[in-house]
């Protein structure tokens, strides 16, 4: 299954069951999320069934989204009619140089193959002084998910994670630190904020107790 765009197969139950089971990274996401909004372009990278959206619109932004998921989209316009919501991926972002203020991402990012091509394209769409707010899959996660023997954390593998009590499957690709934090993020971000944590309804393999996202808030240079 193309991993950007599995969400096709299971959006209404996603769109159902997130509010239960990912209570504390969704308290934390929108923590990070409570600015000053009033008037400003507010992108949401990934952005689901637009619940997040929404969100950002009672904070007085101006609210575009984007999704790989067709049927994604199709629910995040229901909830957000005036809202600008287009199918794309976040490699690739269907929207001009320097639109934004504000760009966030909620478990979009583990989808991806690369992360430099998503720093490249938040840099462009991003203005000069803007925000960007993301939270993704944890590496540690992604290896105890690689579930094998001889795992190895630096090499990017398929993993399976699964959320919601085991209610969903998602399939993404491992990746370390070093790509999250890497010179294509420091030559053109300044880092604010970085916190990791656990969701109760991530899967807990072996029974041990690890962090299954982390979320970081950074200002674009210039």
Same mark, same amino acid.
């Given at each position: 299954?193309?991993?950007?765009?599995?969400?096709?197969?299971?959006?209404? *139950?996603?769109?159902?069951?997130?509010?239960?089971?990912?209570?504390?990274?969704?308290?934390?996401?929108?923590?990070?999320?409570?600015?000053?909004?009033?008037?400003?372009?507010?992108?949401?990278?990934?952005?689901?069934?637009?619940?997040?959206?929404?969100?950002?619109?009672?904070?007085?932004?101006?609210?575009?989204?984007?999704?790989?998921?067709? *049927?994604?989209?199709?629910?995040?316009?229901?909830?957000?009619?005036?809202?600008?919501?287009?199918?794309?991926?976040?490699?690739?972002?269907?929207?001009?140089?320097?639109?934004?203020?504000?760009?966030?991402?909620?478990?979009?990012?583990?989808?991806?193959?690369?992360?430099?091509?998503?720093?490249?394209?938040?840099?462009?769409?991003?203005?000069?002084?803007?925000?960007?707010?993301?939270?993704?899959?944890?590496?540690?996660?992604?290896?105890?998910?690689?579930?094998?023997?001889?795992?190895?954390?630096?090499?990017?593998?398929?993993?399976?994670?699964?959320?919601?009590?085991?209610?969903?499957?998602?399939?993404?690709?491992?990746?370390?630190?070093?790509?999250?934090?890497?010179?294509?993020?420091?030559?053109?971000?300044?880092?604010?904020?970085?916190?990791?944590?656990?969701?109760?309804?991530?899967?807990?393999?072996?029974?041990?107790?690890?962090?299954?996202?982390?979320?970081?808030?950074?200002?674009?240079?210039?």
């Amino acid at each position: 299954m193309d991993e950007k765009k599995q969400y096709n197969t299971f959006a209404k *139950e996603y769109s159902d069951s997130f509010l239960t089971y990912n209570t504390n990274s969704i308290d934390v996401y929108f923590r990070y999320l409570d600015l000053d909004l009033e008037g400003k372009k507010a992108l949401d990278l990934g952005c689901g069934d637009g619940y997040d959206l929404s969100e950002l619109k009672k904070k007085g932004a101006h609210i575009f989204g984007m999704d790989a998921s067709k *049927e994604m989209v199709v629910l995040a316009q229901q909830k957000n009619p005036e809202g600008t919501i287009k199918v794309g991926l976040i490699d690739n972002i269907p929207f001009p140089d320097q639109t934004f203020d504000v760009v966030v991402s909620k478990w979009a990012f583990q989808a991806e193959p690369s992360i430099e091509p998503i720093y490249k394209e938040i840099t462009r769409v991003l203005k000069p002084g803007g925000t960007l707010i993301y939270l993704t899959s944890h590496p540690i996660r992604q290896f105890i998910e690689k579930k094998q023997n001889g795992k190895d954390y630096f090499k990017n593998e398929t993993v399976k994670s699964v959320f919601f009590e085991g209610k969903i499957s998602e399939t993404g690709t491992s990746h370390t630190f070093n790509e999250y934090f890497s010179p294509a993020f420091f030559s053109n971000f300044t880092l604010e904020k970085y916190e990791e944590g656990l969701d109760h309804g991530a899967e807990k393999i072996n029974g041990d107790t690890y962090p299954s996202y982390f979320i970081v808030q950074a200002r674009l240079k210039g």
